[in-house]
Nanobody, 127 residues
Framework: QVQLVESGGGLVQAGDSLRLSCTTS????????MGWFRQAPGKEREFVAS????????HYAQSVKGRFTVSRDNAKSTMYLQMNNLKPEDTAVYYC????????????????????WGQGTQVTVSS
C-alpha cells in the first residue's frame, strides 16, 4: 500500500521553527521528485517547495524563500521541510506529495503534476 505520512506540525509562535517530515512506504519514492503544498482556511492549496529525487534541484514559493528549506534522506524514504521564522500567514495544513515518474531531476510546481498525496499535518502560527 502506497503511503505518504506527514508529521511534525503543531502550534508555535511567530518567529519559531518547525521541521515537518514526510515518510513514505509502499513504493520507491526515493526515486521521485517530491513536493510540499499547503492549504490555509478558505484558500486553495498552494505550492511551497519541491525537491528532485537526487536533491540536485529544489524550488520554493516566493513567500517562503529564505525561511524554508526542503531536503530528503532517500535511505530513510523521508522528505523534510525545515521552517524557520514562521509567520501567522504560514498557518495551514501542509501536504507532501510525490510524482509517478522516477529518476527525473526536474522539480514540479503544479498540484496536478503530483500523483500521490499525504493526509496533511496542521501548522498553526500565533502572533
Amino acid at each position: 500500500q502506497v503511503q505518504l505520512v506527514e508529521s511534525g506540525g503543531g502550534l508555535v509562535q511567530a518567529g519559531d521553527s518547525l521541521r515537518l517530515s514526510c515518510t513514505t512506504s509502499g513504493r520507491a519514492f526515493s526515486r521521485s521528485t517530491m513536493g510540499w503544498f499547503r492549504q490555509a482556511p478558505g484558500k486553495e492549496r498552494e505550492f511551497v517547495a519541491s525537491i528532485s529525487w537526487s536533491a540536485l534541484n529544489s524550488h520554493y514559493a516566493q513567500s517562503v524563500k529564505g525561511r524554508f528549506t526542503v531536503s530528503r534522506d532517500n535511505a530513510k524514504s523521508t522528505m523534510y521541510l525545515q521552517m524557520n521564522n514562521l509567520k501567522p500567514e504560514d498557518t495551514a495544513v501542509y501536504y507532501c506529495a510525490a510524482v509517478e515518474i522516477r529518476y527525473s531531476d526536474y522539480v514540479f510546481l503544479m498540484e496536478d503534476q503530483y500523483d500521490y498525496w499525504g493526509q496533511g499535518t496542521q501548522v498553526t502560527v500565533s502572533s
